[in-house]
């Protein structure tokens, strides 16, 4: 069993920059592949961004990359989302999510073990 804690959302301009965190809790942090994924009103959830267990490898939908960073810290249990230049396209629940049985970066949702509740990203235009 793994429970996911993500926090940091809110309400942020167009440009504007927010971290996202998840804390993690109930099995070995290192041991699995950590992903993020968002949900808007009316759509289909998707694939944001993944990391590998230990933190080496990565990978983010095309319309994130160079404005949104993974990162792990292995020790605090916790897998970051760094969003920088955030557009009004980027507003959703946003959720971080636990693949126990890979140590590679996936962005397929049914991969993926444990979720977080979520938590809100809101850009203003």
């Known amino acids: 069993q793994v429970q996911l804690v993500e926090s940091g959302g809110g309400l942020v301009q167009t440009g504007g920059s927010l971290r996202l965190s998840c804390a993690a809790s109930?099995?070995?942090?290192?041991?699995?592949?950590m992903g993020w994924f968002r949900q808007a009103p009316a759509k289909e959830r998707e694939f944001v961004a993944a990391i590998s267990r230990g933190g080496l490898h990565t990978r983010y939908r095309d319309s994130v990359k160079d404005r949104f960073t993974i990162t792990r810290d292995n020790p605090e249990s916790t897998v970051y989302l760094q969003m920088n230049s955030l557009k009004p396209e980027d507003t959703a629940v946003y959720y971080c999510a636990a693949d126990l049985l890979a140590g590679a970066p996936s962005s397929s949702i049914s991969d993926y073990d444990y979720w977080g509740q979520g938590t809100q990203v809101t850009v203003s235009s």
């Open positions: 109930g099995r070995t942090f290192s041991s699995y592949a």
